[in-house]
């Protein structure tokens, strides 16, 4: 026997929004607590909290984790959440330089058929997982920097393996304006040069202090925009392919 399936969502990182297509009750299922699940959902039997009458949602968005989280400032900024929307943004560039990292180091691997086994993909996986868990903004985006600005490629298991275990080496290093201005693209000079100089870190740390800055209107604006330039031009340069991967895939 079928059952009913709900019109109107809405997907966001943490939650599946679904509105009850029996009672019409507004349902949000975290992803964690409620779905058991953080894979995109494609249908799923869920119980309304309201009528507790079974319907099934589908439809989920599998974007990036940082473009949800990037666009869920839309709705922050409309509801003046500004230090929040700040969070949000620094978060988004983090957890994108961390997926650009694992980009290089395990899925061109995985793409190229260097490594294929559960075992070699989990064991990469945890690698980067015990060394960047606690790396600030800076940290990442060094790393970030000296895999992509210096164009590096891994052409073995053991070279990924080497290169993670100098991560605390080369988390400590920040270009210089001469080592990004004579990469050989124009473009991603640019683009480089901005990911460089940002302050949303800053302005983020500012706002997480026990003081609690309160960033204006036009401070957010700013960052919001230079935000998406980082995350979706450089995505766009680099050729960034987001495969989607959590580790209950491989475990």
């Known amino acids: 026997m079928s059952i009913p399936l709900s ?13 009850c297509p029996i009672c019409d009750h507004r349902n949000i299922f975290n992803r964690c607590s409620d779905l058991k699940t953080f894979k995109p959902i494609d249908f ?23 473009e949800y989280v990037y666009r869920e400032c839309h709705k922050l900024i409309i509801e003046k959440h500004y230090i929040n929307c700040i969070i949000n943004l620094s978060q988004s560039i983090e957890m994108f330089l961390a997926y650009c990292i694992y980009d290089r180091l395990l899925w061109e691997l995985f793409r190229k058929g260097i490594i294929n086994s559960t075992d070699d993909v989990n064991l990469l996986i945890g690698g ?17 920097f000296d895999i992509y ?41 640019t683009l480089f040069m901005n990911l460089k100089k940002t302050k949303i870190n800053e302005l983020r740390n500012k706002v997480i202090h026990k003081y609690g800055y309160r960033p204006s209107f036009q401070e957010v604006e700013n960052v919001m925009e230079e935000t998406e330039r980082i995350l979706f031009d450089l995505k766009k340069e680099l050729k960034i392919k987001y495969i989607y991967y959590f580790k209950e895939y491989f475990t």
């Open 149 to 189: 600005l210096n164009r590096k490629s891994f052409n073995s298991k053991s070279d990924a393996l080497a290169y993670i275990k100098n991560f605390h080496l080369l988390s400590k290093k920040l270009p210089s304006d001469n080592d990004i201005c004579i990469y050989p693209d124009k473009n991603l000079i």
């Open 44 to 66: 799923k039997k869920v119980e309304c909290f309201n009528c507790h009458k079974s319907f099934g949602i589908n439809g989920d968005d599998i974007s990036p984790p940082y």
């Open 7 to 19: 019109q109107k969502t809405e997907k966001n990182y943490e939650n599946f929004i679904a509105r």
């Open 128 to 144: 980067i997982d015990h060394k960047i868990k606690n790396y600030s903004f800076s940290s990442l985006r060094n790393i970030f």
